[in-house]
């Protein structure tokens, strides 16, 4: 596998014990490149999130390997892969997870406080985000306030502050309607064609597939198909 930069070899994971014991994934190996939107999909219970959370070191593999932006996971201790998802790894979820009682610039601004406590300029980082993804009349609304869509650009623009080479997304779309389940396709496309980021997108959402150039089909844990997209 050449490709590390971001990577699973032979992974496997499992929860449980006996017999309640689940084998999410089995020996899974993929490779996800920059500049690249990556489509997981299965039904459920496939191993997608276990994948992806993976991806995100949130999890560690019961046997196998995880490369993040080239480092071997498994060599790290729990402090240096938390500040790895702090500085290389953006997270987007269904739920949106923001903060209802903050602004969506503040919301914004948050995440990029995490991620660079000393920035000087997270305000203007964050209204330049949002502004870029259509919600310059909106940075003072509240998450109540705002439309599913638009939350979901607020969480992406959270994600994407400080630049994180690397945008993980669970199930981004999945309470979203039509219109804008597309802009949020179109959004994270652009992050990896245009801004050369490492995009995997977690979905049973059949709108994925027009955006997506890598796509890995999972099936009880293992790799049923992986379908790469030639660039023109």
């Given at each position: 596998m050449p490709n590390r930069l971001l990577a699973v070899e032979g992974a496997r994971l499992s929860f449980g014990k006996g017999n309640a014991r689940v084998r999410a994934l089995r020996g899974v190996s993929a490779a996800f490149e920059p500049g690249t939107l990556s489509l997981v999909t299965g039904p459920s219970g496939s191993g997608k999130t276990s994948l992806l959370s993976l991806l995100g070191c949130l999890l560690s593999p019961d046997d196998g390997k995880v490369f993040v932006?080239?480092?071997?996971?498994?060599?790290?201790?729990?402090?240096?892969?938390?500040?790895?998802?702090?500085?290389?790894?953006?997270?987007?979820?269904?739920?949106?997870?923001?903060?209802?009682?903050?602004?969506?610039?503040?919301?914004?601004?948050?995440g990029l406080e995490i991620r660079d406590p000393k920035r000087q300029d997270r305000m203007a980082t964050a209204r330049e985000l949002l502004v870029q993804f259509g919600l310059g009349d909106k940075l003072n609304h509240e998450p109540d306030g705002l439309s599913p869509g638009e939350k979901q650009k607020v969480a992406i623009a959270r994600a994407l502050a400080g630049n994180p080479p690397i945008l993980l997304a669970d199930e981004p779309t999945a309470c979203l309607d039509a219109s804008a389940g597309k802009q949020i396709c179109q959004i994270l496309r652009s992050q990896a064609e245009q801004q050369g980021k490492t995009v995997v997108v977690v979905s049973h959402d059949p709108r994925w597939q027009e955006f997506a150039s890598h796509t890995v089909v999972l099936s009880h844990g293992e790799i049923e198909h992986e379908h790469k997209v030639n660039s023109q």
């Open positions: 932006e080239g480092v071997a996971v498994e060599r790290l201790n729990e402090e240096q892969k938390t500040e790895l998802r702090r500085k290389k790894i953006g997270f987007v979820f269904q739920t949106f997870r923001l903060l209802r009682s903050i602004s969506a610039i503040g919301n914004v601004a948050l």
